[in-house]
Each structure stands twice: as structure tokens, then as C-alpha cells.
């Protein structure tokens, strides 16, 4: 029973390069969250997929962060052209049922550091 | 107003000690609360989930919410060194589409000293 994983756990950018961020969620889980935490902070809600379409992307900072999940199962948090403020940890999420009551699986993070 | 507001702390209380963690919400409309610990560099892990009112208690853990208030409370008695983490409460902001998406409070710092 693996739960969600990320990878890579870590990655350091350079700034105006792009970065490819994997999820892998629990084998199932219909719904998908990204979220951004900065240092310090909760978690940030970015965008919200349910199976391969994504329903919710309020929460995306700007039109250099893009997401997809083309078969509803890996997703990919693309961010093009990095800056410093950018640098926080990229989490995932998912869930089993879309609704109220399912509860959210997180993964471990990837901790992106631009410099 | 953000949605939920969570003193950051840091907080340390010596080992046994029960502890007392506290958030308020803005929306009387909010009907879930969720409590999440994080270990440094993990992610998030659902500790209780609570709907509406009341109490709910876990072993060690009791998770308490008063809707008159506004106010989310999770307690840890008997605290052990292994609980020291950062404790984020979470609300569901139900959208369109079961859009669940959570709203959290800063996170408190947890230290239990041995």
C-alpha cells in the first residue's frame, strides 16, 4: 500500500529555468491537489483535478505555473521561467471520492530552491 | 481575514505535559475541521477529522471544536518527545465538483523536551 509519492525530493533551479514537479498518487484516488508551502506556513491551495480534468486552478500565482494529469493518474506541476520567490515546498495530494468527508493524502514534498 | 488563524508558536513543554493548540475560523459556515502534524521535511498527515461540534478523541489526542466561538482546539496529554512536530489545523472550503480544497492555519511548532 504505497502511499503518494513526489519526486524529485529536492531541486535547485536556476532562475528563468523551467522545472518539471511528478506526483504520484495513491492508485485510485480520483481527486488530486497541489498545494505551495512557504517556509513558515501552511500549505497554499494551487489547483484541483478530478480524474484527468483539472476543475480548480484559482490558486496558481501566475501563468508560468501550469499542471496536468492527462490519463488521471500522474500528475506533472510544470513552472516556467523560475524566480526567487518561487522557492518553497510543492506538495501533493489525494483522495479517494470527491465530496465532503474524503480525506486528503499528502505526499513528502518537493523542495524547490531557486537561486 | 484570512479563513483560519493559528498562533505560529514555537512551543515547548517539557514531557508529559498536556498541551493545548488553538485556531479560529472566520465562516460560520464551516462544518469540518481537521488537524494535521507534520514532521520536518514530510508532509502533512491527517491526525482527526471532526464534523460540526463537540469532541472527538483519539488516544492521546482530543480534538474539540465550538462553533459558538469559532474556535478549533486539539489537546495531547501525556506529551512524548516523538509528538514534536508542526501542528496545522485545516478547514474544507467545499467548491463546485467536490472540490475539497483545504485552508490551513500557519502551523504551530511543537517541542516536547525529554
Known amino acids: 500500500g504505497a502511499g503518494v509519492s513526489q519526486s524529485p525530493r529536492y531541486k535547485v533551479a536556476k532562475r528563468g529555468q523551467d522545472v518539471a514537479l511528478r506526483c504520484d498518487p495513491i492508485s485510485g484516488h480520483v481527486s488530486l491537489f497541489w498545494y505551495q508551502q512557504a517556509l513558515g506556513q501552511g500549505p497554499e491551495f494551487l489547483t484541483y483535478f478530478q480524474n484527468e480534468a483539472q476543475l480548480d486552478k484559482s490558486g496558481l500565482p501566475s501563468d508560468r505555473f501550469f499542471a496536468e494529469r492527462p490519463e488521471g493518474s500522474v500528475s506533472t506541476l510544470k513552472i516556467q521561467r523560475t524566480q526567487q520567490e518561487d522557492s518553497a515546498v510543492y506538495l501533493c495530494?489525494?483522495?479517494?471520492?470527491?465530496?465532503?468527508?474524503?480525506?486528503?493524502?499528502f505526499g513528502p514534498g518537493t523542495r524547490l530552491t531557486v537561486t | 481575514q484570512k479563513e483560519v488563524e493559528q498562533d505560529p508558536g514555537p512551543l515547548s513543554v517539557p514531557e508529559g505535559a498536556i498541551v493545548s493548540l488553538n485556531c479560529t475560523y472566520s465562516?460560520?459556515?464551516?462544518?469540518?475541521f481537521m488537524w494535521y502534524r507534520q514532521y520536518s521535511r514530510k508532509g502533512p498527515e491527517l491526525l482527526m477529522y471532526?464534523?460540526?461540534?463537540g469532541n472527538k478523541e483519539d488516544g492521546r489526542f482530543t480534538a474539540q471544536v465550538d462553533k459558538s466561538s469559532k474556535y478549533i482546539s486539539l489537546f495531547i496529554r501525556d506529551s512524548q518527545p516523538s509528538d514534536s512536530a508542526t501542528y496545522l489545523c485545516a478547514i474544507p472550503l467545499s467548491g463546485a465538483f467536490g472540490n475539497e480544497k483545504l485552508t490551513f492555519g500557519t502551523g504551530t511548532r511543537l517541542t516536547i523536551i525529554p
Open positions: 471532526t464534523y460540526s461540534s
Open positions: 465562516n460560520s459556515a464551516f462544518q469540518y
Open positions: 495530494a489525494s483522495s479517494s471520492n470527491p465530496g465532503q468527508g474524503a480525506s486528503q493524502y
